[in-house]
């Protein structure tokens, strides 16, 4: 992609050069097509502010800064003072509500009604005004913004799509765009290698922030797990009861902790023997601690003899709960590195959820960081993080913005 070189704003912040829109002003619907509430309409390019100006009557009077929204109506461009004055409708066409928002100084979004009618009516607007209508606008952006664009609209909460946001904001692109625009010299090399580093330490967590984190429950029949998990997610979503072996299959349940997306999992009790389907309950909750973010390893706080997970010989990072805690007797002494709950009567919940929040966010960046959001970008900062003398960085770097190069 050439980016422009001379303008003022390219030499103050060079992330906002390969951000900058197309010459032409181009439109697009960003929704899909089909029924929906509300629709989003892009409008990218040298003209869309001018062009928003005059299509919309805004409820206050100052214009969107950037990252800022405002609540208008769609009047078209045939609206006259006049017309505007009246509250009456300005052209064959009803007024539209509208909130319109600035991105950036050149890329605008309309939220507007869903239907068909008030997509092609804004759409037809933008063209007579001089925009040019195309399928994508996005493809003007380069890859590593579109990658973050892709992931943000697959974001289930505010904390996960901020981090997806800042690099669809030029985060990521950003630091690439500075260490492309430094001289090459063995010190600018150590200095963004070190810098790819930190980054890297939290691609784990950074890389998936568009699926729930598992949260598995395991533990022997009987301990608590559904109660547990009931009163995680505050509802009673699994059944449980005073038998050993109620729970037979993995459940999930689907919240949010400590601003992350969580899906729970309720499983089967661990116990020697059990007749067939509880043995396959058992294999299924062994599975899916497996492959689990996090375990919650569940104990009777009364039992004198502890589950033995020796077997559990698992990379998988697990948090220990005594359960029934209200039953211990005053006077019993529990490990101070467990956490003591009553999924009865709710004491130590509160404790549990910000441990589990604490282990959610242990990994996430700081807001605004740059960070990768994919393989590609891994790989790339990967081998920046581990280059050596001779390594062609600037050529990494524009591989990171644009693609190729691995
Ligand atoms: N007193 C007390 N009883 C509890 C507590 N948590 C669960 N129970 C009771 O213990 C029994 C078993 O609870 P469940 O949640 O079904 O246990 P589980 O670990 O899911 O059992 P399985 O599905 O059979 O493996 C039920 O009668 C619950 O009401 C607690 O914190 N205190
Ligand atoms: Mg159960």
């Not at 022997?220 to 729970?247: M, W, Y």
Request: aromatic share 4%; proline share 5%.
């Amino acid at each position: 992609m050439s980016l422009p070189q001379n303008d003022h704003q390219s030499k103050t912040n060079p992330g906002r050069r390969a951000l900058i829109a197309p010459q032409i002003t181009q439109c697009t619907c960003l929704t899909g097509t089909g029924r929906s509430a509300i629709a989003v309409v892009a409008v990218r390019g040298p003209d869309a502010q001018r062009i928003l100006k005059r299509c919309s009557r805004l409820a206050v009077d100052q214009p969107a800064s950037v990252g800022q929204v405002r609540l208008g109506h769609w009047t078209g461009p045939d609206a006259t003072q006049a017309d505007l004055g009246t509250n009456q409708p300005t052209t064959n066409h009803p007024d539209e509500t509208v909130v319109i928002t600035a991105i950036t100084a050149n890329h605008w979004e309309i939220h507007c009604h869903g239907g068909t009618a008030a997509i092609e009516r804004i759409l037809a607007d933008l063209q007579q005004c001089g925009a040019k209508r195309v399928r994508e606008i996005s493809t003007e952006s380069p890859l590593v913004i579109t990658e973050a664009e892709a992931v943000l609209s697959r974001c289930l909460t505010e904390k996960t799509a901020a981090v997806a946001l800042a690099q669809v904001r030029g985060a990521l692109l950003n630091w690439a765009l500075q260490w492309q625009s430094q001289p090459t010299s063995p010190e600018i090399l150590a200095a963004a290698k070190s810098e790819a580093q930190t980054i890297l330490r939290s691609a784990d967590w950074t890389m998936r922030i568009a699926e729930p984190w598992k949260i598995v429950l395991v533990g022997k029949p009987n301990v608590g797990k559904s109660s547990l998990l009931n009163a995680l997610v505050g509802f009673d979503r699994s059944i449980t009861f005073n038998q050993a072996g109620t729970t037979r299959d993995v459940l999930h349940t689907e919240t949010v902790i400590a601003g992350v997306p969580v899906r729970l999992s309720d499983t089967a009790g661990i116990r020697d023997g059990g007749e067939p389907i509880e043995a396959e309950g058992m294999r299924r909750a062994l599975h899916a601690a497996y492959s689990a973010d996090l375990v919650i390893q569940v104990e009777d706080a009364t039992s004198q003899k502890p589950v033995d997970f020796s077997s559990f010989h698992s990379s998988v990072p697990q948090i220990r709960v005594l359960n029934k805690v209200d039953l211990v007797k005053s006077g019993q002494a529990l490990s101070e590195n467990d956490v003591a709950t009553s999924a009865m009567t709710g004491v130590g919940i509160d404790a549990l959820v910000m441990l589990l929040g604490q282990k959610l966010l242990q990994f996430a960046p700081k807001p605004g960081a740059p960070v990768v959001l994919n393989q590609r970008q891994r790989d790339l900062m990967t081998q920046i993080a581990t280059s050596s003398l001779e390594f062609p960085l600037a050529a990494t770097l524009q591989a990171l913005i644009g693609g190729a190069l691995q």
